[in-house]
Structure formats: C-alpha cells, structure tokens
C-alpha cells in the first residue's frame, strides 16, 4: 500500500531528520534575517521578540496553511507594521521576494554543479536544475525591477487618499540600498 511505501521511506531516512531539521531552520532563520536587512534603519524598532514571533508565524502560514509564501509575506509584514509603518513593511516583503529568487539562483549553480559531476550533464536533473536556477534568476530579476520601478504606492495613494501616507511610505522604502538586497540575498 501507498502508506506502507510512506513509512518504509520514513524509516529509512530517519538517521537524517536531524540533519534536514538543521537545515530547515538554517534557512528559516537566513529568510528571517534577510527581511531584517531589507527592512531599512527601521529595523531596529522591532523588538526581536517580534521579530521571533513573526518568524514562527511565517514558518507556519508557509508551510501548514495553503497560503504559500505570499501568505506569509502578509503575516509578516503585518506584524512589523507597527513598528516600522505598514508601507516599509510591505515594500521589505516585496524586496524579499525577489531576493529569495535570486538565491534560489545562486544556491543551484553549485548544486548543479555536483549533479553533473555525479551524474553527467546528460542527465535529466542536471537540466531540470538549470532549468530552475535560471527562472527562478529571471523571475527574482523581473520581480525585483517591477517592484523597484512601479510606484505602485503613489498609485495606490492616488486611488485610494486614505493610502496616500502608505503609499509615499512604500514608494520610497521599496527603494532599498542594493547593499541590503545582496545582504537579502
């Protein structure tokens, strides 16, 4: 049966839950600290107990509600909105989005490189590999652009007055020093 095939899996992988743990929260602590270097000087208002929770609530809108990761972009920027104000707050989850693709980028060049070196470049997850690095690439570049560059939140404030504030915010807080998003990235 199916969860027998489960279990059989489980069981044999379970000398290495401990090391895909570490990595689990390896990378949840550098997205956390990623959205913390494109929050601006701001950041600093946060009190890291906060800035704790918002990352236990990130964690759990991703990965345990179907929300996916703009869920949990909201939930987080919603919960650093008070201190830093709702548009930077949302302008550094907009910067993080892009900067995880980026990453994504970055982290499959070697992983490519230790598949081809395994199994040939012929091989069909060597290509597939390539294949995610370079959109994933593409799109944090596309997102990152759009973001930089719509002055959505003049148009937001335009359309909605009550915005006004919000949207100036955003527009000026989406513009993050490049230095923060490599430090995102």
Same mark, same amino acid.
């Given at each position: 049966?199916?969860?027998?095939?489960?279990?059989?899996?489980?069981?044999?992988?379970?000398?290495?839950?401990?090391?895909?743990?570490?990595?689990?929260?390896?990378?949840?602590?550098?997205?956390?600290?990623?959205?913390?270097?494109?929050? +601006? =000087? *701001? $950041?600093? %208002?946060?009190?890291?107990?906060?800035?704790?929770? /918002?990352? @236990?609530?990130?964690?759990? &809108?991703?990965?345990?509600?179907?929300?996916?990761?703009?869920?949990?972009?909201?939930?987080?920027?919603?919960?650093?909105?008070?201190?830093? +104000? =709702? *548009? $930077?707050? %949302?302008?550094?989850?907009?910067?993080?989005?892009? /900067?995880? @693709?980026?990453?994504?980028? &970055?982290?499959?060049?070697?992983?490519?490189?230790?598949?081809?070196?395994?199994?040939?470049?012929?091989?069909?997850?060597?290509?597939?590999?390539?294949?995610?690095?370079?959109?994933?690439?593409?799109?944090?570049?596309?997102?990152?652009?759009?973001?930089?560059?719509?002055?959505?939140?003049?148009?937001?404030?335009?359309?909605?007055?009550?915005?006004?504030?919000?949207?100036?915010?955003?527009?000026?807080?989406?513009?993050?020093?490049?230095?923060?998003?490599?430090?995102?990235?």
């Amino acid at each position: 049966t199916v969860f027998r095939a489960v279990l059989d899996t489980l069981l044999a992988a379970s000398a290495w839950m401990p090391l895909v743990i570490a990595f689990d929260l390896g990378f949840s602590a550098c997205e956390a600290m990623a959205h913390r270097a494109v929050l +601006g =000087a *701001g $950041r600093h %208002a946060i009190p890291w107990s906060r800035f704790l929770r /918002s990352s @236990f609530v990130y964690f759990c &809108v991703m990965v345990v509600a179907p929300l996916g990761r703009t869920g949990a972009e909201v939930a987080r920027a919603a919960t650093f909105a008070p201190y830093v +104000g =709702a *548009g $930077r707050a %949302a302008a550094a989850a907009a910067n993080v989005q892009g /900067s995880v @693709f980026l990453a994504n980028l &970055v982290i499959s060049i070697p992983c490519w490189i230790a598949v081809v070196l395994t199994v040939g470049l012929g091989h069909p997850l060597a290509w597939l590999l390539a294949i995610n690095g370079i959109g994933t690439g593409l799109l944090g570049a596309l997102v990152l652009m759009i973001v930089r560059r719509s002055r959505i939140g003049s148009r937001l404030g335009a359309r909605f007055p009550r915005l006004a504030a919000i949207g100036a915010d955003l527009d000026a807080a989406v513009l993050a020093p490049r230095r923060d998003l490599w430090t995102a990235t």
